[in-house]
């Protein structure tokens, strides 16, 4: 019986819980190390080889697609600083507009009150006789 137990344990059970060991590495991120019964040719060490040739696989990608995600969040935030200079860019030369736009009326306004400040100025002085009337 104790031979019979040994002999399970051995070809059984020790594959089963190096499994067991590796797949709660890999749950937490763990690169699974080399395959610790690299000699077994039967069935449980061809289930150990393969599942751990699984988990060097997944550990593979997900460091590529930690590298991906991280180089996305560098380009994002580059993204948001070009954003914000721009947003910059575009209230600043709207702010100029506004400034040109009432600085355009403050002239136009001047220019109507001289205007017709110089029209009434000119025909008084018509009317007073100061000034010659030409005529064509």
């Keep these: 019986a104790g031979i019979l137990y040994l002999t399970i344990s051995r070809l059984v059970i020790k594959p089963i819980d190096i499994v067991i060991d590796a797949s709660r590495q890999a749950s937490r991120g763990i690169k699974p190390g080399m395959n610790p019964i690299p000699g077994r040719t039967d069935e449980a060490g061809l289930m150990v080889r ?13 460091t590529r697609l930690e590298e991906k995600v991280k180089e996305a969040g560098k380009e994002v935030e580059a ?7 721009l947003e910059k860019k575009v209230t600043e030369a709207n702010e100029a507009l506004e400034a040109a736009k009432k600085s355009a009326l403050e002239k136009q306004k001047f220019a109507d009150q001289g205007g017709k400040q ?5 025909s008084k002085a018509i009317a007073e006789g100061q000034l010659p009337v030409m005529r064509y």
Excluded at 50 to 62: N, P
Excluded at 79 to 85: C, G, R, T
Aim: no cysteine; hydrophobic share 45%.
């Design 50 to 62: 393969e599942f751990y040739d699984l988990l060097a696989e997944i550990h593979e990608y997900r």
């Design 79 to 85: 993204a948001k600083e070009v954003s914000a200079q």
């Design 118 to 122: 110089l029209s009434a100025d000119a």
